[in-house]
T-cell receptor
């Protein structure tokens, strides 16, 4: 069966520090991968998605970036965190073909607090 | 742009009462719609999905939703609320590859 791993679960970082959040998927090949951010009262904001290695689509211009170095690995990064980067970050995967039929499977999330 | 709108950011019901969470979609949306549930500090879990096979969709935990094209709605219901249903619920629609989510409705269940 397919599983998605996301870590760390919680993170407290000072303003201006770098960030690296990692997400990996097991039990499937060629998944679509997604990063969402959830801020209080603002729902889920799509940050990045990827349909293949090295292919990244950015939905929101900001100081975050994403990379997909391997088929089942998706990394969210920042060189210098801002206070506004605080939130709950969620990784998700979907089938390459048939997202509309099957939807997403989400990781357990990372709670990031920038202080 | 294709989107979904969830009416009511917070809904409170008594235990055993009917749960009704509202979702309306934009008229240009293709017939694929999803409901997800999120428990505190967890990821989202798929409750049910509409893929045009049947207008009444049954999901997990006793939830169901009915697709009504005439009303552009896909409301989520459960006949009898349980304390364990307290969570945040999101309606979603695919826009190209990604899913776009509504702002969510927090459900509180009162004993």
């Amino acid at each position: 069966s397919q599983t998605i791993h996301q870590w760390p679960a919680t993170l407290v970082q000072p303003v201006g520090s770098p960030l690296s959040l990692e997400c990996t998927v097991e039990g499937t090949s060629n998944p679509n991968l997604y990063w969402y951010r959830q801020a209080a009262g603002r729902g889920l904001q799509l940050l990045f998605y990827s349909v293949g290695i090295g292919q990244i689509s950015s939905e929101v211009p900001q100081n975050l970036s994403a990379s997909r170095p391997q088929d089942r690995q998706f990394i969210l990064s920042s060189k210098k965190l801002l206070l506004s980067d605080s939130g709950f970050y969620l990784c998700a995967w979907s089938r390459r073909w048939g997202t509309r039929n099957y939807g997403y499977t989400f990781g357990s999330g990372t709670r990031l607090t920038v202080v | 742009a294709q989107s979904v709108t969830q009416l009511g950011s917070h809904v409170s019901v008594s235990e055993g009462a009917l749960v009704l969470l509202r979702c309306n979609y934009s008229s240009s949306v293709p017939p694929y719609l999803f409901w997800y549930v999120q428990y505190p500090n967890q990821g989202l879990q798929l409750l049910l999905k509409y893929t045009s096979a049947a207008t009444l969709v049954k999901g997990i935990n006793g939830f169901e939703a009915e697709f009504k094209k005439s009303e552009t709605s896909f409301h989520l219901t459960k006949p009898s609320a349980h304390m364990s249903d307290a969570a945040e619920y999101f309606c979603a629609v695919p826009v190209g590859t990604p899913l776009v989510f509504g702002k969510g409705t927090r459900l509180s269940v009162i004993a």
